[in-house]
């Protein structure tokens, strides 16, 4: 007979839920190692960025809460996309802060961008704390259909 364990003697999982392997596992992996993030030492913090793609042009979405444009600066060097900025503390605004769980200071987050991207048309729009980066792939690396002569 196998031995009982009591609820209490085993381990719980501390803040993550386990989810059964997704079809998806190598689009997946492609993307976590396509978006690469830098790390600026003990202050830096990392504001998470969604990537997609839709209509042939892929689209990076980083959420910047309680940031402006003037606090975000976007630059293109190579085949690397970086965002970088600093969201300053409540403090600086001379708040006595007794509690604080978001995330402040200086970020880069950097993005090596696929050979097929246009970076002449790259777009950036930033609305409501969200930097929205469209990036085009060339007309040439898109999907065709080829006429077949008979």
């Not at 209490?8 to 501390?14: D, H, I, N, R, Y």
């Not at 769980?101 to 950036?124: C, I, M, Y």
Request: hydrophobic fraction near 35%; glycine fraction near 6%; aromatic fraction near 8%.
């Amino acid at each position: 007979m196998a031995p009982q364990i009591k609820r209490s003697e085993v381990p719980e999982k501390q803040g993550r839920m386990s989810y059964p392997a997704s079809p998806f596992r190598l689009f997946e992996d492609f993307f976590n190692d396509w978006a690469m993030r830098s790390w600026n030492g003990p202050q830096s913090w990392a504001p998470p960025v969604d990537i997609m793609e839709k209509e042939g042009n892929l689209m990076l979405l980083a959420s910047l809460p309680g940031m402006t444009i003037k606090d975000v600066e976007l630059k293109i060097e190579g085949q690397t996309l970086t965002i970088k900025g600093e969201r300053p503390s409540q403090e600086s605004d001379g708040y006595i802060c007794h509690q604080i769980e978001s995330q402040f200071g200086s970020f880069s987050r950097s993005f090596t961008l696929p050979d097929s991207t246009d970076l002449d048309n790259v777009k950036a729009e930033f609305k409501n704390g969200i930097l929205a980066v469209t990036v085009p792939q060339k007309p040439e690396t898109k999907p065709r259909t080829i006429k077949i002569n008979t």
